[in-house]
C-alpha cells in the first residue's frame, strides 16, 4: 500500500508542476498545450508494462521517465528561451524530477528485499 501512495504522490506532483507550467506559460502571453504530451503515452505504456512484467519493469520504466525529462529539462535550460522559464526549471523542475528517482530506486530496492 505504500508504494502506491508514493506513486499517487509523484502523480500528484507532476500534474502540480504541469498545471503550473501552464499558467507561467499563460502569464508570458503564450498558449499552453492541453495534452498529456509525451509523458501521458509514456505513463501508459508504463501501466500495460506493469500488467505484463511486474511491478520492477515498470518501477524501470518510470525512472527511464524521469532521466528523459531531466534530459529534456537540461535542453531548454541551455536553449534560448526566457529566464523565468529556466528559473522554474531549474528550482522546481529538476529537482522534483532527482527527487522521483531516489524515489523509485527505494521502490525497487524494497521490491528485490521482498
Known sequence: MKELEELRRLRDEHRETANALRQHVREIGDEPSTGSGWWGSWAKCVEGTAKIFGKTAALKAL??????????????????????????????????????????DRLMESQSAS
Open 63 to 104: 525512472k527511464e521517465g524521469e532521466e528523459h525529462g531531466i534530459k529534456e529539462h537540461q535542453k531548454v535550460v541551455a536553449a534560448d528561451v526566457p529566464e523565468e522559464c529556466k528559473a522554474m526549471i531549474r528550482q522546481q523542475m529538476l529537482p522534483q524530477c532527482e527527487s522521483h528517482i531516489r524515489a523509485l
